[in-house]
């Protein structure tokens, strides 16, 4: 008789629910510093780069560095990839801290085949659209590359770090721990915490794309918003990561074939 107690006990006793890892002043605050630590990254990145890849003429003072740096296509490359490491290491630290499983929280894990090929069809006619703007309205949205391309010293370790190493820090900080840190405010109304948690995410992430006009920056929120919506529908922050490589990769193609 007892076991057949516990038997019925066990099947009825719900699971607990995972608890937010952070309060909403403490989601309030990670935004603003992981903001604030995305610009601290990118000036780390190009002053490291700067000292060990600039000539002697032209980092000789911090100010040089960084206006030099700026405009140099190795030196953002390579602070890109710092940029990524520093980024990466310290959305773990956080989590970690806060006692969360990193792979849960940052939604890394595998997702839907089908999920994955609606996404793209989605992303495809987006790209289409854009493309038909872009040029209707005679815009050169990559002409910041410009001197990239010109000062590189690879031009496959630009490709490289904007269309792949670029990608995945940007996605695990604002589809990742931001988005993450948003959505779990409304765990009860998880549609609520979803739209929430995109619209706060997407707008920043348009808003730091300071090399963009005012143009560029709406395309940025609507491609944003794709980036959430994968987010959202697959479960995973592996498939928005994969549309941001293939977005960048389509759009470098496009500028080196028009350079070349």
């Known amino acids: 008789m007892s076991n057949r107690a516990t038997a019925v006990n066990n099947t009825v006793t719900p699971q607990p629910k995972r608890p937010a890892l952070f309060s909403r002043l403490g989601a309030f605050s990670l935004v603003i510093g992981m903001v604030i630590a995305f610009f601290i990254s990118q000036l780390i990145g190009v002053y490291i780069a700067g000292r060990l890849w600039l000539p002697a003429t032209k980092s000789t003072t911090i100010g040089d560095i960084f206006f030099f740096g700026s405009n140099d296509g190795t030196v953002v490359s390579v602070s890109i990839i710092i940029s990524c490491i520093l980024l990466m290491a310290l959305s773990y630290l956080i989590v970690r801290v806060k006692s969360g499983d990193i792979r849960e929280y940052l939604a890394i894990k595998p997702f839907s085949l089908a999920v994955g090929i609606g996404m793209f069809g989605i992303l495809l006619l987006f790209m289409i659209g854009s493309q038909a703007l872009t040029y209707f309205l005679d815009k050169s949205p ?119």
Not at 170 to 193: C, D, H, M, T
Not at 231 to 256: C, D, E, F, T
Request: proline share 3%; with cysteine; charged share 10%.
């Open 142 to 260: 990559l002409v910041f590359v410009d001197p990239l391309y010109q000062s590189v010293s690879s031009v496959w370790l630009l490709v490289f770090a904007m269309v792949i190493v670029a990608p995945i820090y940007e996605e695990l900080v604002f589809r990742g721990i931001l988005w993450s840190a948003v959505a779990e405010q409304f765990a009860p109304a998880k549609l609520n915490g979803a739209l929430l948690a995109s619209i706060v995410t997407s707008f920043i992430f348009a808003v730091i794309h300071l090399q963009y006009g005012i143009y560029e920056i709406t395309t940025i929120v609507v491609l944003a918003f794709i980036f959430c919506y994968a987010r959202i529908k697959s479960g995973s922050l592996v498939l928005p990561m994969l549309l941001h490589i293939i977005n960048n990769g389509v759009a470098m193609w496009q500028y080196l074939t028009q350079v070349g």
